[in-house]
């Protein structure tokens, strides 16, 4: 059966790095694109990044982000990561990464302006990021 299975979340100190794993499995055919969003208490989901699961090309970093996460696709292990930097206090959230096989869903994901769609059909349990 599909599973998506985040793992890396822990408890940091501000100014630390934190790496995640999201890897799955259970499909005959790959997704076109995976994606990591959080959640802080009382806030929305909010879109933290993308990238097109067979690998390379354009990937989505939100804004508050930028130049401290990265997000990368290992197409040989179906494993996606996001390479956290530089952590701030306000990224503290529980982490899910998600999973997407329409092509328009991904493509607007991937090359929008502004805050990602969260339109993504599947969608691992989480883990938890705390940044102190």
């Known amino acids: 059966h599909v599973q998506l299975v985040e793992s890396g979340g822990a408890s940091v100190q501000a100014g630390g790095s934190l790496g995640l794993s999201c890897s799955y499995s259970?499909?005959?055919?790959?997704?076109?694109?995976m994606a990591w969003f959080r959640q802080a208490p009382g806030k929305e989901r909010e879109g933290v990044a993308a990238v097109y699961a067979f690998g390379g090309g354009d990937t989505y970093i939100t804004d508050s982000v930028k130049g401290r996460f990265t997000i990368s696709q290992d197409t040989t292990k179906n494993i996606t990561y996001l390479l956290m930097d530089s952590l701030k206090p306000e990224d503290s959230a529980m982490y899910y990464c998600?999973?997407?096989?329409?092509?328009?869903?991904?493509?607007?994901?991937?090359?929008?302006?502004?805050?990602?769609?969260?339109?993504?059909?599947?969608w691992g349990q989480g883990t938890q990021v705390t940044v102190s």
């Open positions: 259970g499909w005959t055919l790959s997704p076109h694109c």
């Open positions: 998600a999973a997407e096989f329409s092509g328009p869903v991904c493509v607007d994901a991937i090359q929008r302006t502004g805050p990602m769609s969260a339109d993504f059909r599947y």
